[in-house]
Nanobody, 124 residues
Framework: QVQLVESGGGLVQAGGSLRLSCTASGLTFSSYGMGWFRQAPGKEREFVVGYSRSGGSAYYTYYGDSVKGRFTISRDNAKNTVYLQMNTLKPEDTAVYYC??????????????WGQGTQVTVSS
């Protein structure tokens, strides 16, 4: 059974930073692209950032337009964990953040697995 477990959410002031973690189990971690989505109240789920497989052991990173230059994704295959470093946070970054895993390479459109989500709240 595949599980993606997020942690690291919380309350932070505008301009601050947070790091989210997502640990995967039940899948061959290195064979999956890993990424993050978010959903704010009353809005559709939005792609944030993600690695996709681009052949062999290489990955390509896709960024959502709203987070370029502020958010960074990284992964530790030895720990089956992907991280989202969020800097210069804004109130509009407030959302539930979801970890996702996608077997298919290319752009992020239909992940195979989802985490349960972690709340990030940015106060002004």
């Amino acid at each position: 059974q595949v599980q993606l477990v997020e942690s690291g959410g919380g309350l932070v002031q505008a301009g601050g930073s947070l790091r989210l973690s997502c640990t995967a189990s039940g899948l061959t971690f290195s064979s999956y692209g890993m990424g993050w989505f978010r959903q704010a109240p009353g809005k559709e789920r939005e792609f944030v950032v993600g690695y996709s497989r681009s052949g062999g052991s290489a990955y390509y990173t896709y960024y959502g337009d709203s987070v370029k230059g502020r958010f960074t994704i990284s992964r530790d295959n030895a720990k089956n964990t992907v991280y989202l470093q969020m800097n210069t946070l804004k109130p509009e970054d407030t959302a539930v953040y979801y970890c996702a895993a996608q077997k298919r390479g290319g752009s992020w459109s239909s992940p195979d697995y989802w985490g349960q989500g972690t709340q990030v709240t940015v106060s002004s």
